[in-house]
């Protein structure tokens, strides 16, 4: 008697997640996994999908997104839907939606998750049960901020945390791990982090361990002292005993342009010794909040908000300062707060970490921004398309492997990002001859071509540039993601 499925994906060229070679198959879904796997499968379906000519892959994991709020506010998640991903890991950089308690305006870059209305989640379990209410579109796993965490307990950000402000953040931590938190992340760039000492975030990492956390670390500095901040970074990760990832990996400013090798070189002797890798996106523009010790007349920056002259939006910063008669550290003065993208990297370096077998991918984009650089709608049909398939800079199994399985193990999401029986049915469908990313810095909010289907849990979301309708997302706790 044939086999019972609830969607039967016939005749799939199948990329697993694992960087192995292609192969063909028809694919069975039942409760929401993958139930079988071989090369003609006997079987009836409530639903079948024509997968001749298309890959099948896993759906892909964004593990570095600033997509905390949106989430809950926002579920459809129609920018990350419509390029294939299923899973974001949201609280980097520091900064998180959970556990935060405001004394008023978010402060910066916390304001990146959206105004004081968009934090109501006091504790990181508030947090969970508001997104398994809502019920997103797609899967999400949760860091927690460090800069979230001195918000709530520090009068003032320009200053270490005393013996008592660490012992209350080292309590949220603990809350938010025994509520399934991924682990910590930092964004020590940043203003309201960079007065925190190592030993401050020390004492906090050494809360991961028994919960078995990871530390994701927005380094102190990538530009000329990016390597005395990778050094902090792993020093961090060996006294807490708990891998390192650092994030959005890039050498930026002109003065750092073709330092990659001796960066990849860095993290490469550290990996000798401890559990470290880093994320990336693959463009050569970063984009954050309008940061004055990020301001230079070397490249371009263009401003993409502003609160203070909200019609500067999409203008170049040389541009608003010329037109005021003054220089750009004024003219950002002025500005403030606002957010910006920054051209400030270089081609071969983004090759070279892109590339790198530590590297894995993640979109850093800016749902509330309303401007956002275009990684936000286009990064993962970005690598398939123009940097697998059209430069090939690495073949289109790596690049997926790099979206998925490496992710998934990356980040402790068992049971996601490989294609195998009795895994959850997290799928992309794609075209690898036609996709590629629409989105451009002019015109950032378009979806990807060449995404034919997406899946999450086992529920067609996502189908010829259309979203179903459907929200089938989950909230995955460190180390319970396969029984979530």
Not at 80 to 85: C, E, F, N
Not at 178 to 201: I, R
Not at 457 to 462: E, F, M, R
Request: charged share 20%; with cysteine.
């Amino acid at each position: 008697m044939p086999t019972r499925f609830d969607t039967l994906i016939r005749g799939a060229t199948i990329l697993d997640g694992s960087g192995a070679t292609a192969y063909e198959a028809d694919v069975g879904l039942r409760d929401g996994r993958i139930a079988a796997i071989a090369p003609a499968l006997d079987g009836q379906a409530d639903e079948q999908a024509d997968a001749a000519g298309l890959i099948l892959a896993p759906g892909f994991i964004d593990v570095h997104t600033h997509d905390d709020t949106n989430v809950i506010r926002q579920p459809g998640m129609t920018p990350k839907l419509s390029q294939g991903v299923t899973t974001v890991v949201v609280g980097n950089c520091g900064i998180s939606a959970a556990p935060v308690s405001l004394r008023g305006a978010p402060p910066d870059p916390m304001n990146l998750l959206g105004d004081a209305s968009a934090f109501r989640y006091p504790t990181f379990g508030a947090y969970v049960d508001a997104l398994r209410a809502a019920r997103p579109a797609v899967n999400v796993a949760a860091l927690v901020g460090h800069t979230a965490l001195r918000s709530n307990q520090l009068d003032r950000l320009d200053r270490a945390a005393d013996a008592g402000e660490i012992a209350a953040m080292r309590a949220q931590l603990r809350e938010a791990l025994d509520h399934g938190a991924l682990g910590l992340s930092t964004g020590l760039a940043y203003a309201n982090a960079f007065a925190a000492p190592t030993e401050e975030v020390l004492a906090l990492a050494e809360t991961l361990a028994n919960s078995g956390g990871l530390y994701a670390t927005h380094l102190r500095s990538e530009f000329a002292q990016i390597l005395e901040a990778m050094d902090e970074a792993f020093r961090i990760g060996r006294h807490a005993r708990v891998p390192v990832v650092i994030s959005h990996l890039k050498c930026a400013g002109v003065d750092n342009w073709g330092r990659s090798g001796e960066v990849l070189q860095a993290l490469e002797q550290a990996q000798r010794w401890q559990p470290v890798g880093c994320d990336c996106y693959p463009y050569t523009a970063s984009s954050s909040t309008l940061d004055l010790k990020q301001v230079t007349g070397d490249f371009d920056i263009m401003v993409t908000w502003s609160e203070a002259h909200p019609h500067m939006g999409g203008r170049l910063l040389a541009d608003i300062a010329a037109e005021w008669q003054v220089d750009l550290h004024e003219a950002a003065r002025r500005l403030q707060p606002a957010g910006a993208v920054y051209h400030c990297m270089e081609d071969a370096d983004v090759d070279r970490i892109l590339s790198h077998p530590a590297t894995v991918i993640g979109s850093d984009g800016l749902p509330n921004d309303p401007l956002p650089h275009p990684r936000l709608w286009g990064a993962f049909p970005r690598v398939l398309g123009h940097y697998a398939r059209d430069r090939e800079l690495l073949p289109l199994a790596i690049a997926v492997n790099k979206m998925t399985g490496l992710s998934a193990e990356r980040f402790g999401l068992s049971g996601r990002g490989f294609v195998r029986e009795g895994h959850w049915a997290d799928l992309v469908l794609f075209d690898a001859a036609t996709v590629r990313d629409a989105a451009t810095f002019t015109d950032p909010m378009q979806p990807a071509e060449g995404i034919a289907a997406v899946w999450v849990n086992g529920t067609l979301s996502w189908r010829d540039r259309e979203a179903t309708g459907a929200r089938a997302g989950r909230f995955l706790p460190r180390g319970e993601a396969a029984r979530a």
